[in-house]
């Protein structure tokens, strides 16, 4: 029964020690400081796991044709670099002003699947600047950036290149 009731106890004083600590006002809370390893690492598998379960079963209405992933470059060159960079040259303000930071084109778990790239154009990502679309852009246009998003790295190489231009 001591066993049992440490093992409760030991559990429970982790949460309750990061609750009374947050109503301390002792953790960080400037968005210019990059945030502790543990929230990082947890704020990554949850959003990860949230992501892969809304896009299982999805898959793209429209080819990867060449004409396609040309219009998702330009697409995301036109309203997604600003924040996310391109290959080569990372966004300035995407890597510093944001809170939580703006993953960087290159730094996307390659390869990342086009539904999971749909899903988070499409519904956005709370507590981050990533909002959602809202009908603003046509799912087939959401589907031409995931599109290109899953072959950055391995696109061809006249779409490689307009992709990373300064």
């Not at 939580?100 to 730094?107: A, D, G, K, L, N």
Request: contains cysteine; hydrophobic residues 50%.
């Amino acid at each position: 029964m001591k066993i049992l009731a440490g093992f409760v106890l030991g559990v429970l004083a982790v949460p309750i020690v990061f609750v009374v600590a947050a109503l301390l006002g002792l953790l960080p809370f400037a968005a210019m400081q990059g945030p502790p390893a543990a929230e990082a690492t947890l704020a990554r598998a949850a959003l990860k796991a949230s992501l892969s379960r809304a896009a299982a079963g999805l898959s793209s209405p429209i080819a990867a044709s060449d004409e396609n992933l040309a219009r998702g470059v330009k697409l995301y060159r036109d309203g997604c670099a600003g924040c996310h960079g391109v290959p080569g040259h990372k966004s300035t303000w995407g890597t510093k002003s944001f809170y939580p930071r703006v993953p960087q084109i290159t730094e996307l778990e390659p390869p990342i699947s086009a539904p999971l790239a749909f899903v988070a154009i499409d519904h956005g990502i709370r507590y981050s600047g990533m909002a959602g679309n809202e009908g603003l852009m046509p799912s087939e246009d959401i589907w031409r950036i995931a599109l290109m998003l899953s072959r950055v790295g391995s696109l061809p190489a006249p779409l490689d290149s307009a992709l990373a231009a300064p």
